[in-house]
């Protein structure tokens, strides 16, 4: 039998610590599921020193079309959670100006097994880079902004 | 054709497409907007509506699907989330 995943989304303002984030995912995991799930898969994301051109990047700005932004990320992260049938999921990305260094996505999957973790976090993170409507713009050390039009390589 | 006040689409741009165009939102009379791709040849944006995606709604949409009084019709421009 399958329930539904039990899914925390969030899209942020302001920098986060993705530790801090996973250690109260996990607390409140503990609190209301006791049975805690066997296998975590994660991933964090950082903002990179340098842009898609190899200069100096002073900041990476994230755009989104909020309301559809909101609604694709529990669209795509509910399907896939299904389809794997893993339990939890925590997603967090960020918007606005994000400084190298800073993380801008983290992505938690807690399931039975190594199998359904990895994939369904692997499969959530590729489904966001290219569904979900978010644009990234860099700002370089001359002032000037510049729109990526695709993702970097895998 | 329809006058000021009467049933019309709004249109939204983003990121690129919004810089290049020089605006974010327009309303359009439902009479000029019969599908996505209507309204993208009257924009005459630069580029292919190729490389754009079409929501409607909030849900991505084939640029063909008819639009409806009241509908959000957003142009996409390349995606680059993550």
């Given at each position: ?7 925390q ?15 109260q995912w996990q607390q409140e995991r503990n609190n209301t599921d ?54 939890h ?66 | ?82």
């Amino acid at each position: 039998m399958q329930h539904p995943p039990h899914l925390q989304i969030e899209l942020l303002t302001k920098p986060f610590e993705p530790l801090q984030k996973l250690e109260q995912w996990q607390q409140e995991r503990n609190n209301t599921d006791p049975e805690a799930s066997a296998a975590e898969a994660l991933f964090i994301g950082r903002v990179r020193g340098q842009s898609s051109d190899g200069q100096p990047l002073c900041a990476l700005e994230l755009e989104h079309y909020p309301g559809m932004t909101e609604r694709q990320l529990e669209r795509l992260a509910t399907a896939c959670s299904q389809r794997h049938g893993v339990h939890h999921g925590l997603v967090l990305h960020r918007i606005g100006r994000v400084l190298p260094g800073e993380a801008i996505v983290l992505v938690a999957i807690a399931a039975d097994r190594r199998g359904p973790a990895q994939r369904c976090c692997q499969e959530i993170l590729e489904a966001l880079k290219h569904e979900a409507p978010f644009w990234k713009r860099e700002w370089r050390a001359d002032g000037s902004g510049h729109w990526i039009t695709g993702n970097t390589p895998w | 054709m329809t006058g000021l006040g009467s049933a019309t689409i709004r249109v939204r741009l983003f990121a690129g497409l919004r810089d290049a165009a020089g605006w974010s939102e327009q309303e359009w009379p439902i009479d000029l907007a019969r599908s996505p791709e209507a309204v993208w040849q009257q924009l005459q944006l630069d580029g292919d509506l190729q490389t754009v995606r079409v929501a409607i709604n909030h849900a991505f949409a084939a640029a063909d699907k008819p639009l409806q009084a009241g509908d959000e019709l957003a142009f996409l421009p390349p995606i680059s989330g993550g």
